[in-house]
């Protein structure tokens, strides 16, 4: 089991297939693991990918007593592992919030940032704004951090039920929830700090191409968060997952899986 080490000695977990100074780095969504992408791993690394995985700090095997659970925080572990691996082309694959962590992330690796995925990515804003008028309120967000609070298992076992719009499966629920429920309350911060988010700068700033993946029935992060990105970059551009909900890696790896290959092949 490999480990980084990171605010007062307290660790991130990862894990790296492969070899070379090119790679994909995987970052999964609030309050998952990296075993969420365990629909994609063997495809990448059949193409002849190096693949690299992180538990954000305070889920999965990471360390769960983290002080600092910020998007800037994880997205900090991510460009350190990049340099602790000594990765000199990259390209970034967030789901979820991880959309947002990777936004930073590419932001700080710059050069080295070969390309960016967004996998229903919560980016570049969660919430809406007095000029982006897509997704929620704040009053609902409010809402969710109490109601995590009050009960967090009950909420998580419901943000499990509405991932996907195709069915899963009720062993693959029962993985995920698993998966959720393995992860640190604390972590509830990374959440929360979505609240405030506001990427379109950083967003807009990448010199890498960038991919947004929609999943047209997604219940999560408002379909036209993810489809707003191709108007903030010139390199950007979009697909959507007809019928799929907020995990379309999942509930259509196969399709999934091909446009990843095609976007890495373009990148690296």
Request: some cysteine.
């Amino acid at each position: 089991m490999a480990y980084l080490e990171r605010d007062a000695g307290r660790r991130i977990y990862f894990e790296d297939y492969g070899a070379g100074g090119s790679a994909v780095v995987l970052v999964h969504g609030w309050g998952a693991s990296l075993r969420t992408w365990d629909f994609n791993l063997n495809a990448i690394r059949a193409a002849g990918h190096r693949v690299v995985s992180i538990d954000h700090r305070g889920c999965g095997l990471s360390d769960k007593d983290f002080s600092d659970f910020s998007i800037e925080a994880i997205a900090g572990d991510v460009t350190a592992l990049a340099d602790h691996l000594k990765l000199a082309k990259i390209v970034l694959n967030g789901w979820s919030l991880g959309g947002s962590v990777v936004v930073q992330s590419a932001h700080e690796l710059g050069a080295r940032c070969a390309g960016v995925l967004l996998t229903c990515g919560a980016t570049p804003t969660y919430l809406k704004k007095p000029d982006f008028p897509y997704g929620g309120e704040e009053s609902a967000m409010a809402e969710t951090m109490e109601a995590i609070e009050g009960n967090r298992a009950e909420f998580l076992w419901g943000l499990t039920q509405g991932i996907a719009a195709r069915p899963l499966g009720d062993s693959t629920l029962r993985w995920i929830w698993q998966i959720f429920m393995d992860g640190s309350p604390a972590a509830g911060a990374s959440l929360a700090a979505l609240g405030t988010l506001d990427q379109r700068s950083i967003l807009a700033n990448l010199d890498c191409p960038i991919l947004s993946c929609v999943g047209t029935e997604d219940v999560v992060v408002d379909p036209n968060i993810p489809r707003s990105v191709v108007r903030l970059n010139k390199n950007a551009r979009k697909h959507e997952f007809a019928g799929c909900g907020h995990a379309p890696h999942m509930e259509d790896a196969s399709a999934y899986n091909q446009l990843l290959l095609e976007f890495i092949s373009e990148c690296i």
